[in-house]
């Protein structure tokens, strides 16, 4: 599964954000997708994630109500929208893929860039 992250950018606190991760060379049906993000000097650390045969979600509780993941199978591409932000939501954010039987993920987005300003 190759995936191609984009929509990061400069935000000021309390506006939105989408970001979207496109993917490719498998379809979605037995995967679970999921969003991480990484500051410097910390380790990278999850956001959200979706099951894409049920749809069901789960959120990291920093982000929980704020963020919302969302799939759309048609496009192959999973969505994080991101409102409320805060200058601690500012990282690198990741999509990722792994198999709904794999507990690791084992593919990779380049990474977006996500900066709120306060």
């Known amino acids: 599964v190759q995936l191609q992250a984009s929509g990061g950018g400069l935000v000021q606190a309390g506006g939105s954000l989408t970001l979207s991760c496109a993917a490719s060379g498998r379809t979605l049906s037995r995967y679970v997708m999921g969003w991480f993000r990484q500051t410097p000097g910390k380790e990278r650390e999850f956001v959200a994630r979706i099951r894409w045969s049920t749809g069901t979600t789960y959120y990291a509780d920093s982000v929980k109500v704020r963020f919302t993941i969302s799939g759309d199978n048609a496009k192959n591409t999973v969505y994080l929208q991101m409102n409320s932000l805060k200058s601690e939501d500012t990282a690198v954010y990741y999509c990722?893929?792994?198999?709904?039987?794999?507990?690791?993920?084992?593919?990779w987005g380049q990474g977006t860039l996500v900066t709120v300003s306060s």
């Open positions: 990722a893929a792994r198999q709904d039987i794999m507990s690791e993920y084992a593919f």
